[in-house]
């Protein structure tokens, strides 16, 4: 198992430079992860980086609060691609989730998928403030919206992924879906518990550490 | 003194629902807060329920990173003006004034300022990420740009509004621009010592307990 494949390697803090974010692109060329995560004013910056390689560039819509208008989430998208995101990781309405507004919650993430021009779509549902009633709404919602992957958390919540949500997420959008943990993961055995719980996908900061740890083992 | 009038009544979390907001709405015009502050979905709901009050609607841009893109940033506060709000709570850009690309800084607040239609600008520059001098910077970007307040934090940093910075902030725009203190004001105490640095508005979830406090001292 190359774990670096399985990880999208992430740098989402308000105080982020731009060496930093170059840097973390030739982190992500050198131990060949899934992808960068970054800020949306950042994907220019590794589009350019990243010309000719094939890490995708993911960036973050209505992060991470998930409470702006769908218009704006559509708009960040729409820009986000242009600017070269393969990948757009939307915060879903967690206030309209849990005051039952099904319906919105779900045209909030069509519209997304509508204007992300076929990039992959991964919906963060941030768990620690969903019960697990609304850990499973959350994931029928997503299926049913077009978008290809559910995420457990931000990392600005009180808490990351658990174990047992990531089973959770799995056993309800089934096998052909996808599903990221992330928040907390720092170890390469926090990793491996992950993926056998069921995510194919991780969101780190210690990516790099954790493929060190890896090929040590 | 009416603290109240002091107060943007203010309730950001990314789970606020419908029903809190409007319970938001309903303190606002029992204790006559200067506005309710807001995630931009919900300033519709505001701006109905605080029909022909004077309490203004402020709503947050590019918050709490400010790591989207200016055009972003724009669009955001163009359509929280159009909703209904009366101010706009923009996130400066940390990165970029880290990395001293003032130009940039600059440019991204005078976008939002353009925007925004005549609606007052609060420049938040996030205290908790910067020095001493980097706080200076931003205080002069942020009077250079158009806008009408400098505000210390988003209460998503590791740490909101202190005096010292309030003091500084205070003396490097002067007396006739704004200087709003937000995170960590839990007490009548807090709110007095913020106004004595210099703050002449108060971002607080703890505005109810605060002029209950204040009537009964």
Chains 1, 2 share one sequence.
Do not use: W
Request: charged share 25%; glycine share 8%.
């Amino acid at each position: 198992m190359d774990i670096a494949k399985y990880i999208d390697h992430t740098l989402v803090r308000a105080d982020a430079t731009p060496d930093e974010i170059r840097n973390l692109c030739d982190e992500a060329l050198e131990y060949g992860f899934a992808s960068v995560c970054v800020n949306p004013s950042f994907v220019p910056l590794c589009t350019k980086r990243l010309l000719e390689s094939d890490i995708k560039i993911s960036s973050v819509v209505g992060f991470p609060l998930g409470a702006t208008t769908t218009k704006i989430k559509g708009a960040e998208a729409a820009g986000a691609v242009n600017d070269g995101a393969h990948e757009i990781e939307m915060m879903l309405h967690i206030g309209l989730l849990k005051a039952k507004h099904y319906d919105f919650v779900k045209y909030d993430i069509q519209h997304v998928v509508e204007k992300a021009d076929g990039a992959l779509i991964k919906v963060i549902i941030e768990t620690a403030f969903l019960t697990t009633l609304k850990i499973i709404d959350a994931c029928h919602i997503a299926v049913q919206s077009g978008a290809d992957f559910v995420k457990t958390s931000s990392t600005y919540a009180s808490a990351g992924a658990k174990v047992e949500d990531v089973k959770l997420m799995r056993e309800v959008v089934g096998p052909n879906f996808g599903v990221k943990a992330s928040g907390g993961i720092k170890t390469y055995a926090d990793a491996v518990a992950m993926i056998e719980a069921g995510a194919n996908r991780l969101g780190c900061s210690a990516g790099v550490q954790i493929v060190k740890e890896a090929k040590g083992a």
